[in-house]
């Protein structure tokens, strides 16, 4: 393997890690060289407090991480948009460098009146605004896996992963479908061209890199991470992949979806997160060189083997920190 990345500086632009881990975290970032991470919506979605968590943060991490903060959709009344807006200019103040969005919108959220709030809703028009306006990036997880929206049976090649965690199922009648997500996410982005949007896990179509490329063709305000999808990305054939992300050098962010201390993920991603080179190295690998049948990173996802892709060293510079440092206030 190369050893290109020892003497660079890679930002992981996509992870959850609760405060009480951050010297957990600077631990695995030395270990890694990673010069800065991104944290999303940690603090919110545990309901911890804002300011303490992120003083938690900067006692241990310094400026090395940027802070994504997540709204509150226990608020649904009428103006809720309008609040979260105001609130978002509030953490964005208070140190929050971006706006994180979980799958919950779309697949679980719901206005007062007890229907679900659909990504595309006007009724958020205002806070895709203001990100725009404050010049904060919004990173946007739509959807989910293709095959959480199958039919749950043996045949689903996410069988072994839904029967762990049934409630990522998302077949049934009461919910939109992958595709229709996506296309309410694709009207945001088009509504708001002033906002930059990063679609975590490669726009969540990771499954279809043409229907991503024309996304990203199509919308120059939309980025993509490539976050806990190394193991999509790379089943498609190497040369395939290679050319995607040379074509949309610009537009791909390096994240991982490390995640410290969040209970409902733990027994599905931190088991290789205790090896913490391992880990980081089999992304370093899935990037830098041309390796074939390389496990994954996410085994609880399927039991195939990846390729690697073999960036050349300016587009891994772009990947790895170029784009996020150029999106990303303060890195
Ligand atoms: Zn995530």
Not at 41 to 53: D, N, Q, R, S
Not at 188 to 200: C, D, K, L, S, Y
Not at 235 to 253: C, M, S, Y
Request: with cysteine; glycine share 8%; net charge negative.
């Amino acid at each position: 393997m190369t050893e290109w990345w020892h003497n660079r500086s890679a930002i992981d632009a996509h992870v959850h890690v609760h405060p009480d881990m951050a010297a957990e975290l600077l631990d695995i970032m030395e270990t890694n060289c990673l010069s800065s991470v991104v944290n999303a919506g940690i603090l919110e979605i545990l309901g911890l407090p804002f300011e303490e968590g992120m003083r938690a943060f900067r006692n241990v991490l310094g400026e090395r991480m940027a802070y994504f903060t997540t709204p509150d959709f226990g608020d649904t009344i009428p103006g809720f948009g309008e609040r979260m807006a105001e609130e978002l200019e509030r953490k964005v103040e208070a140190g929050a460098r971006g706006l994180k969005i979980f799958k919950e919108l779309g697949l679980r959220h719901k206005d007062a009146s007890g229907n679900l709030i659909p990504v595309s809703d006007p009724r958020l028009d205002p806070l895709w605004a203001k990100a725009g306006e404050l010049d904060v990036p919004v990173l946007i997880h739509t959807a989910d896996p293709v095959a959480f929206f199958q039919p749950l049976n043996e045949a689903n090649e996410r069988w072994e992963e839904l029967q762990r965690h049934p409630d990522w199922h998302f077949g049934g009648p009461e919910f939109f479908d992958h595709d229709t997500l996506l296309a309410q996410r694709n009207c945001i982005i088009e509504r708001h061209p002033e906002t930059v949007f990063i679609g975590a896990h490669l726009g969540n179509y990771p499954e279809d890199l043409a229907y991503v490329d024309v996304c990203l063709d199509h919308y120059p305000n939309f980025y993509v991470d490539t976050s806990a999808r190394i193991s999509e990305i790379g089943r498609h054939p190497a040369e395939q992949v290679r050319a995607f992300f040379l074509k949309h050098q610009e537009r791909v962010l390096f994240g991982t979806d490390l995640v410290l201390g969040w209970g409902v993920f733990e027994d599905c991603r931190n088991r290789v997160f205790s090896e913490k080179l391992g880990f980081y190295d089999v992304h370093w690998r899935f990037f830098e060189t041309n390796e074939r049948q390389i496990d994954h990173p996410f085994p609880i996802q399927g039991r195939w083997k990846v390729s690697g892709i073999g960036l050349p060293d300016d587009v891994l510079g772009k990947l790895y920190f170029r784009n996020a440092q150029r999106l990303i206030p303060g890195l």
